[in-house]
């Protein structure tokens, strides 16, 4: 096992935790693997790596990319509308 850390927006690192397995897949998919750990737990692994920050169920992260085998959609040839007011 590794305690996986994560960028934060301005470039540092920080340790994430999830309060539940289902809030864990729903932003790093169904194949993540994990352990549970306790709070305190989590800080004395990172903190010798010099992370001291932790974000607890993070929700603003960038889509997962989509698989090889999945087709995306074709770009829209035909000008979209707005609306005014």
Same mark, same amino acid.
């Given at each position: 096992? &590794?305690?996986?850390?994560?960028?934060?927006?301005?470039?540092?690192? %920080?340790?994430?935790?999830?309060? =539940?397995?289902?809030?864990?897949?729903?932003?790093?998919? =169904?194949?993540?693997?994990?352990?549970?750990? +306790?709070?305190?737990?989590?800080?004395?692994?990172?903190?010798?790596?010099?992370?001291?920050?932790?974000?607890?169920?993070?929700?603003? %992260?960038?889509?997962?990319? &989509?698989?090889? +085998?999945? =087709?995306?959609?074709?770009?829209?040839?035909?000008?979209? %509308? =707005?609306?005014? +007011?």
């Amino acid at each position: 096992m &590794a305690t996986r850390l994560f960028r934060t927006p301005v470039g540092g690192r %920080t340790a994430v935790a999830f309060t =539940a397995p289902a809030r864990l897949r729903a932003v790093l998919g =169904a194949d993540q693997p994990w352990i549970p750990l +306790s709070e305190p737990a989590l800080r004395a692994l990172t903190e010798p790596l010099g992370v001291r920050e932790l974000r607890i169920d993070p929700v603003l %992260t960038a889509p997962r990319p &989509a698989p090889a +085998s999945v =087709a995306l959609p074709e770009p829209l040839t035909r000008p979209l %509308t =707005a609306l005014a +007011s």
